[in-house]
Structure formats: structure tokens, C-alpha cells
């Protein structure tokens, strides 16, 4: 089946800002949106994988606890509670549009690993042919800074930038909280535009989005620069889009200008 501008396998990357409410809690709305605009990619002919943030937020919901946990051990224990709680929610909401899921929790020692990488590679490839909605995460129950044999993605926007490698997929749209690199802080300058198309990473670029915790708009951009700068040396197209509007995802596949993307030569 032809699809719009040759893309067949996008990458799809939430984060928490786009998942939750301001208390912490899962916005349910958003995902159900989120869900059927999944769906509709899959019945238009394109292989969809999505990489979630969220499971230390539903943990929370479904434990009770009203504050974010500060030990290293009980956020581990809430993101193992909380998978199973996104999945069940990702699980029931696409299944009532006929799509099945399946989970992946990678740790960056899978990607580091040649055997270990070829192995994820493969079940990415048979889960897609399946007609399977992958579902991944990094392994946040055993993944951390203190466990010396393993190190981590360091967040969600660099995971779906190796995923979008091991899938070998055309594009990875970037669903942030805010809605794509400015030439300025926009929320310190009325007059910041966004700049809609970028062909490389260069030092400017990287002034414009900051150290880590600071940078036009949110702490994370810094990050999603560093995953735009990866996938474009391999020739895959990112665009950072404003993550509550999920119905934009097809537009955004065909080429509409929602966002900045990042254009690989």
C-alpha cells in the first residue's frame, strides 16, 4: 500500500508532560486520542511504533501515592507497577480498534551490545510484520545510574532515536510539551519564531537549546537535538511536535508543517 511521501514505519515518542495532568495523574483523554490516531496510521498502511514515557506516573495512580517517589529503589518499584498499568490501558484502548501491542523494555546495553542489538532488531522486524503496534520503554526497573554494569538512554528522546535504527523506520515524531525549536525562548521573548525545517545540527543550534534543565522552552531539548543529530547521519527525518494534538500525526506523515523537522539530506 502506498503511503504519503514514502513513509511506512514511524517511530512515535511521548513523553510525560504529553501523558499526564499537571497533578501527576494520567491524562486519559489524551491518551485515548493518542490511541486512535495510532490505529489510523496502522489502517493507512504504515508500521507504527510508539515509545512511551508514564509508567512512574501510572505507578503512582495505581499505588495510591500522591508524591513522586524520591529513592532510587521506589521509583524502580512504581515503574515496574506502572508498566503493567500503561500497557493494560495502551492494550485496551487499541484493542477496541482491532490492533494488538506488544511490550519492549530495552536497556542501553542491548543497543551496545552487537548480539543483543541484532536479536532486538529481529523482534522488532517479526512484531511489524505481525501487524504489531510495539510498545517500548527503557527498562526503568533495572536501568540506573548506580547499577555499574549497565548505563542508561538518559531519556526517552535519545530511546526513540536508537529504536527508529534497530526499526529502520522513515521518520520519529517527537511529541513534546512544547511545539518545536524556536529561534528564542518563546516564553521569555514575544517574539521568538519557530523555525520549521533544519538540514543539520550545528553550534548555533546547540546555543539554542542550552545545557541540560534549561533551553528554549523546556529542559529537554537539548536532548532532542542530540536525537535529531543521530538520526539524521543515518538519513531518518525527525519532527518535534506539540504532543496534545495526537490527531496531527497523519497530517505530520504526509509532510504537513506541524512543528520543526529535522530533514535528512
Not at 19 to 40: S, W
Not at 46 to 71: C, F, N, Q, Y
Not at 151 to 169: E, I, K, M, P
Not at 179 to 191: E, I
Amino acid at each position: 500500500m502506498e503511503t504519503p511521501l514514502s513513509v511506512r514505519r514511524v517511530v512515535v515518542k511521548v513523553g510525560s508532560s504529553t501523558l499526564t495532568y499537571p497533578t501527576g495523574k494520567l491524562n486519559l483523554k489524551r491518551i485515548g486520542e493518542l490511541t486512535t490516531a495510532l490505529a489510523d496510521l496502522r489502517n493507512s498502511g504504515i508500521d507504527v511504533v510508539l515509545v512511551t514515557s508514564g509508567a512512574v506516573a501510572a505507578g503512582m495512580a495505581h499505588l495510591g501515592l500522591t508524591e513522586r517517589p524520591k529513592d532510587t529503589q521506589t521509583k524502580q518499584a512504581v515503574a515496574a507497577v506502572g508498566q503493567c498499568a500503561l500497557m493494560h490501558i495502551y492494550d485496551k484502548m487499541l484493542s477496541e480498534y482491532g490492533q494488538s501491542v506488544g511490550q519492549i523494555l530495552l536497556t542501553k546495553d542491548v543497543i551496545d551490545n552487537e548480539t543483543h542489538r541484532e536479536h532486538a532488531a529481529n523482534t522488532f522486524a517479526r512484531l511489524l510484520e505481525l501487524g504489531v503496534i510495539p510498545v517500548v520503554n527503557e527498562n526503568d526497573s533495572i536501568s540506573t545510574y548506580e547499577l555499574e554494569s549497565l548505563t542508561t538512554f538518559g531519556d526517552n528522546d535519545r530511546l526513540s532515536a536508537y529504536v527508529a535504527l534497530l526499526c529502520q523506520a522513515d521518520l520519529v515524531i517527537n511529541c513534546s510539551d512544547i511545539d518545536g525549536l524556536y529561534d528564542s525562548d518563546p516564553h521569555k521573548n514575544p517574539d521568538a519564531r519557530l523555525i520549521p525545517v533544519v538540514y543539520e545540527i550545528d553550534d548555533k543550534l546547540r546555543a539554542l537549546a542550552g545545557g541540560a534543565g534549561s533551553g528554549v522552552g523546556t529542559g529537554g531539548m537539548r536532548s532532542k537535538l542530540m536525537a535529531a543529530e543521530l538520526l539524521l547521519a543515518q538519513g531518518i527525518d525527525m519532527v518535534i511536535t506539540d504532543g496534545r494534538y495526537p490527531q496531527h500525526l497523519a497530517e505530520i506523515c504526509a509532510g504537513a508543517a506541524y512543528g520543526t523537522r529535522f530533514k535528512a539530506i
